[in-house]
């Protein structure tokens, strides 16, 4: 049983290698295409990857949550700080995307799941918090292309996908704790003291502490012993192995504690922003020739490094997550109602809470359009979906979800894979034009 899933894997990694140039200049998102050849490859067409969603979610869950910690991470990295950490200009569209917007979505989405599909209060609130937070592993066309990049649309998706994929969490032990799966205390007291407030400060300072540390015990490393060189793939992933494990065991949110360690070795780097040379000016270091040009030791290296690193490995889990979710669906775990919420959610519940969340923002109403159609659904909902069948979530409710969650993370795949280039193109060629009169 093993040869054919090694022959999978290896056709499909050597047709990355061979083939993955020719995918980014399709118009369209490489993840679109892994769909399709996990549709291919499943039990509806070739047969070759089979997979048993309630038999396999623990492993399904594993999966899922290493694909997100590493995007995670790798947000984080990218997102270059102020030196006020969450300056109001930079990070207040981010803040409203991630909180006001999802919680929105969360109500409309349950709300929608009750009156027209019928399902439980609880379970509606536990489908709303699945698919409420946007995706950062498969929303890397419309993310921030380096650390300087300061576009309002790319800079707010990026941010809000890193920070909602937390923030979803505590809304998904509501909806279990309404079906009996998770204890909320009574009167909810211990929801919102501990699973709200504790998970939600503890996480992200866990995550900025270890950051941090790692951070500047590389470097002091580097300088004073000459040492601590090389091997960056294994610091960023220790990095995020230590700042989740550390956090899950505070029962504080591991997502939230990921990001925040990629945040907090960014902002080692922003400190030393007087190692860049003079003639470098405002470049994306991470991505440019200049990078050579400082010494070893410095903390760009030591970034960008860890950054080039983990953008690879990061590709390898959204392969995976992908395929596996093509496969489910040729297996046939998917629904017109499922389709319906889509629908519903990209064209209705997705807009509703971008606006109603930017009230009063200086964004403008065409950012805002563009931000409420790219509300991507994907890996974290997967992840959250084999959450909660660990859980003890009973087998009916599985199998009335289960096709939902896929169906729309699918449907939002096809439909943003599709517009993503033309989108952002037109959107970059507007702001060119735009800037172009002051420069």
Same mark, same amino acid.
């Given at each position: 049983?093993?040869?054919?899933?090694?022959?999978?894997?290896?056709?499909?990694?050597?047709?990355?290698?061979?083939?993955?140039?020719?995918?980014?200049?399709?118009?369209?998102?490489?993840?679109?295409?892994?769909?399709?050849?996990?549709?291919?490859?499943?039990?509806?067409?070739?047969?070759?990857?089979?997979?048993?969603?309630?038999?396999?979610?623990?492993?399904?869950?594993?999966?899922?949550?290493?694909?997100?910690?590493?995007?995670?991470?790798?947000?984080?990295?990218?997102?270059?700080?102020?030196?006020?950490?969450?300056?109001?200009?930079?990070?207040?569209?981010?803040?409203?995307?991630?909180?006001?917007?999802?919680?929105?979505?969360?109500?409309?989405?349950?709300?929608?799941?009750?009156?027209?599909?019928?399902?439980?209060?609880?379970?509606?609130?536990?489908?709303?918090?699945?698919?409420?937070?946007?995706?950062?592993?498969?929303?890397?066309?419309?993310?921030?292309?380096?650390?300087?990049?300061?576009?309002?649309?790319?800079?707010?998706?990026?941010?809000?996908?890193?920070?909602? $994929?937390?923030?979803?969490?505590?809304?998904?032990? =509501? &909806? +279990? %704790? !309404? #079906?009996? *799966?998770?204890?909320?205390?009574?009167?909810?007291?211990?929801?919102?003291?501990?699973?709200?407030?504790?998970?939600?400060?503890?996480?992200?300072?866990?995550?900025?502490?270890?950051?941090?540390?790692?951070?500047?015990?590389?470097?002091?490393?580097?300088?004073?012993? $000459?040492?601590?060189?090389?091997?960056?793939?294994? =610091? &960023? +992933? %220790? !990095? #995020?192995? *230590?700042?989740?494990?550390?956090?899950?065991?505070?029962?504080?949110?591991?997502?939230?504690?990921?990001?925040?360690?990629?945040?907090?070795?960014?902002?080692?780097?922003?400190?030393?922003?007087?190692?860049?040379?003079?003639?470098?000016?405002?470049?994306?270091?991470?991505?440019?020739?200049?990078?050579?040009?400082?010494?070893?030791?410095?903390?760009?290296?030591?970034?960008?490094?860890?950054?080039?690193?983990?953008?690879?490995?990061?590709?390898?889990?959204?392969?995976?997550?992908?395929?596996?979710?093509?496969?489910?669906?040729?297996?046939?775990?998917?629904?017109?109602?499922?389709?319906?919420?889509?629908?519903?959610?990209?064209?209705?519940?997705?807009?509703?809470?971008?606006?109603?969340?930017?009230?009063?923002?200086?964004?403008?109403?065409?950012?805002?359009?563009?931000?409420?159609?790219?509300?991507?659904?994907?890996?974290?909902?997967?992840?959250?979906?084999?959450?909660?069948?660990?859980?003890?979530?009973?087998?009916?409710?599985?199998?009335?979800?289960?096709?939902?969650?896929?169906?729309?993370?699918?449907?939002?795949?096809?439909?943003?894979?599709?517009?993503?280039?033309?989108?952002?193109?037109?959107?970059?060629?507007?702001?060119?034009?735009?800037?172009?009169?002051?420069?």
């Amino acid at each position: 049983m093993t040869a054919p899933w090694f022959i999978v894997i290896g056709l499909v990694l050597c047709t990355m290698a061979l083939l993955g140039s020719i995918v980014d200049r399709l118009p369209l998102s490489s993840a679109l295409v892994y769909l399709v050849i996990g549709v291919v490859l499943g039990p509806g067409v070739a047969g070759w990857l089979r997979i048993d969603p309630i038999e396999d979610a623990g492993l399904l869950e594993m999966l899922f949550l290493v694909a997100v910690l590493v995007s995670l991470f790798t947000v984080g990295l990218k997102l270059r700080t102020p030196s006020s950490l969450f300056s109001r200009r930079l990070w207040g569209l981010p803040m409203r995307l991630a909180m006001p917007a999802m919680m929105v979505t969360i109500a409309l989405v349950a709300i929608f799941a009750r009156l027209v599909l019928h399902l439980d209060w609880g379970v509606a609130v536990v489908l709303g918090a699945m698919l409420a937070p946007t995706d950062p592993v498969l929303a890397s066309d419309i993310q921030v292309r380096h650390e300087d990049d300061r576009d309002n649309v790319r800079f707010g998706l990026s941010a809000e996908g890193g920070l909602n $994929d937390a923030t979803a969490s505590p809304f998904v032990l =509501l &909806g +279990l %704790g !309404l #079906i009996g *799966l998770h204890d909320l205390g009574t009167g909810g007291w211990r929801w919102i003291a501990v699973d709200v407030v504790w998970s939600v400060i503890a996480g992200f300072g866990i995550g900025w502490l270890c950051g941090l540390a790692i951070g500047a015990i590389v470097l002091t490393m580097r300088k004073r012993f $000459d040492s601590a060189y090389g091997l960056e793939e294994f =610091l &960023g +992933l %220790g !990095l #995020i192995a *230590l700042s989740y494990g550390l956090a899950d065991a505070a029962h504080a949110l591991g997502f939230l504690a990921v990001l925040a360690a990629g945040l907090a070795m960014r902002k080692i780097e922003t400190r030393s922003l007087k190692d860049r040379p003079a003639d470098v000016g405002d470049k994306p270091l991470s991505e440019s020739r200049e990078r050579a040009d400082l010494p070893p030791e410095s903390p760009t290296h030591m970034v960008g490094d860890v950054l080039d690193f983990n953008q690879r490995f990061e590709s390898i889990g959204e392969v995976s997550a992908v395929l596996i979710l093509g496969a489910l669906l040729s297996a046939g775990y998917y629904n017109l109602d499922g389709a319906l919420l889509a629908v519903v959610l990209f064209v209705v519940i997705r807009p509703v809470s971008v606006f109603l969340a930017t009230i009063g923002s200086k964004t403008t109403r065409r950012h805002k359009r563009l931000i409420a159609w790219f509300g991507i659904r994907g890996v974290g909902s997967l992840y959250y979906l084999a959450f909660v069948i660990e859980q003890g979530m009973s087998l009916p409710f599985v199998e009335r979800v289960m096709p939902l969650v896929l169906t729309v993370a699918a449907l939002s795949i096809v439909a943003h894979g599709v517009s993503a280039t033309p989108l952002m193109e037109s959107h970059e060629r507007r702001s060119r034009r735009k800037a172009a009169p002051g420069q």
